[in-house]
């Protein structure tokens, strides 16, 4: 099979399964749920969805413990299901890519179950497994993982497993063959049937340090020097390319956690042949210390800007971007990044969105950014789900000085924030179900949902329709450079686009203030093409975003 590079000309929409639409009135979305909504992505515009998980898994992380990978959760459908939704998308133009989770399994996998009762399972060495030190007292080492808890977790008086994230997610051993193999099959199972592609979770850390050693000091995520682009990550990930991926039209997108610029380029130089893409997360740290959401601090743009341009710069013409402003585990887009949720909304989430999508690379949304979702209305820890957020609050109890930081932030962090149902439009549930849904509705579904949005004259989906019909075969875009036109201004985002002597000039005010923006002036030849505002002057209103053509 011949690869192509289609992922480049791709807008990609993610899936939360479990909050995107009930068809069958339990509460949880499910793919029925999905296929009733294809034609409301078809008139969006996207030409591919990432779905999270939907293999079987007893959903202690949402899915991204998996217990099945050749399964779905009940609850969600069957694979007959799967099979549907596949070719209905496919019927439309839109392409699949799954989620892969492969760092570790579910507690409730049986490879896992085998390992942990029989020692002499051939399971064993499927998982990371040690013997204690102090006789079994205390752990192998003093590494601690995501989600604020130690990494090792007691098997019996002796032995005990590693897992980077929650109890129920053990760590796969890569060092074993076998478990590469497997890796290979469930890809294949998958290709075969015919989706399209991979997102890779937590793809950085499936390679640890064999040395297994203690560090110090053992602040949060301990050890992430010995498990974070371990020794062998390129070797595994060119494996799995060549004995698989290459034999496919397929793309993979890795999520690579506390990876630099340079470690990307390594991940995905066409010719080192491992991932297509990755996902960084340095845009979306511009806003805590230490790469640790839990450490919020105020958004600046100038430093913003700098991230952009350094990736920007940095994969032109030797890799190629992911471009996202929300996902599953970030809190909604309105209201961050200095934009305003409540009276500014429609002029916040357009501005955000016309400000990434004319970047180099591939745009990501997430369900709900289309139609400006909000954060979670939480006022009570009863209303959180997360396991995450749960954990660090537990953490949080007992280390004083990090309860009042957690405690202040926990509701407008927690990952929830992003999971709330779709609103697809005013009814008690939003139209996403029939009954009371797994986590609740946000009150302002009332004015908040896509039905609402599409008949508002200013409509955030209809605004998002016009980027993507813009992004689509615009050469200028997908191949031109980016400059900075601006570095060091703090309230307005001002690039420029170009190829040959076509360009496109996008100017974005992060403000809720009027600015006089004299670049504007020198644009009086341009056509102006998308904006936020029927506004033509010099003077940019609150969250204003224009984008420019000169040809
Ligand atoms: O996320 C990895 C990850 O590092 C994040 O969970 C991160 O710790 C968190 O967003 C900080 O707030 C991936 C998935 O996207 C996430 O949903 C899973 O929980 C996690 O892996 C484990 O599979």
């Known amino acids: 099979m011949k690869k192509t590079d289609w992922y480049k000309d791709a807008i990609i929409y993610q899936i939360y399964p479990r909050s995107f639409c009930d068809s069958n009135g339990d509460g949880l979305g499910d793919i029925p749920g999905i296929i009733s909504k ?117 098997i019996d008086d002796e032995y005990y497993y590693l897992h980077l994230f929650a109890k129920g997610q053990p760590d796969l051993n ?96 066409p010719e080192r042949e491992e991932l297509s893409m990755v996902f960084n997360f340095d845009h979306t740290d511009t806003d805590n210390f230490f790469g640790a959401k839990w450490f919020y601090r105020e958004f600046k ?24 402003i929300e996902n599953h585990d970030q809190r909604r887009c309105v209201g961050r990044f200095g934009t305003n949720d409540k009276e500014l909304r429609y002029e ?18 997430y369900q709900g950014q289309e139609i400006g979702m909000t954060n979670g209305d939480f006022t009570a820890m009863a209303d959180l789900r997360d396991v995450e957020v749960k954990n660090t609050y537990k953490l949080a109890e007992k280390i004083f000085f990090l309860k009042p930081l957690i405690k202040k932030h926990m509701f407008s962090l927690t990952r929830d924030n992003a999971r709330t149902p779709f609103q697809w439009n005013n009814q008690e549930f939003a139209g996403f179900s029939s009954v009371e849904p797994w986590i609740r509705v946000n009150a302002n579904k009332e004015f908040i949902n896509a039905e609402q949005d599409l008949k508002n004259e200013k409509s955030i989906n209809k605004f998002y329709r016009q980027l993507i019909e813009f992004r689509k075969n615009n050469e ?47 644009l009086s030849n341009y056509k102006l093409v998308i904006s936020n505002y029927s506004n033509k002057s010099n003077e940019l209103q609150p969250y204003e975003t224009r984008v420019y053509i000169n040809y």
């Not at 916040?348 to 745009?363: K, R």
């Not at 985002?493 to 002597?501: E, G, M, S, V």
């Open 38 to 154: 294809l034609d409301y992505l078809k008139d969006l515009g996207v030409n591919c969805v990432w779905l999270s998980p939907v293999y079987d898994s007893p959903q202690e992380d949402n899915g991204y413990d998996i217990s099945n990978y050749k399964d779905i959760y009940k609850p969600f459908g069957t694979l007959d299901d799967f099979k549907v939704m596949l070719n209905e998308m496919h019927k439309r133009g839109i392409r699949l890519i799954m989620d892969l989770v492969v760092n570790h399994t579910s507690s409730e996998h049986p490879w896992f179950n085998s390992a942990i009762s029989d020692k002499n399972s051939p399971y064993r060495d499927y998982y990371i497994i040690k013997k204690g030190k102090k006789n079994g007292k205390k752990p192998p080492n003093n590494w601690s993982g995501f989600f604020a808890e130690k990494a090792w977790e007691k």
């Open 301 to 324: 743009l100038t430093r913003l800007k700098k991230v952009v341009d350094r990736w920007q710069h940095g994969l032109f013409n030797c890799g190629w971007n992911s471009l996202f």
């Open 348 to 365: 916040s989430a357009t501005m955000l969105g016309a400000t990434y999508f004319m970047l180099q690379g591939t745009p990501f949304i």
């Open 174 to 269: 890569w060092e074993n063959p076998k478990v590469r193999e497997e890796v290979k099959d469930i890809l294949r199972f998958w290709l075969d049937m015919g989706v399209d592609g991979f997102r890779c979770d937590v793809i950085t850390l499936i390679s640890k340090d064999q040395r297994f050693k203690s560090v110090f000091p053992t602040l949060a995520i301990a050890g992430k020097q010995y498990y974070v682009n371990g020794p062998r990550l390129h070797e595994y990930l060119h494996e799995l390319n060549k004995d698989v991926l290459s034999n496919y039209d397929c793309m993979t997108v890795g999520e690579t956690v506390l990876s630099s610029l340079d470690d990307a380029k390594l991940l995905i130089k």
């Open 476 to 522: 200028v875009i997908k191949n031109g450079t980016y400059t900075c036109l601006n570095k060091n201004n703090n309230d307005v985002y001002a690039y420029k686009r170009k190829l040959d002597d076509k360009e496109v000039v996008v100017i974005s005010n992060f403000k809720n203030k009027i600015i006089k923006e004299k670049l504007i002036d020198e």
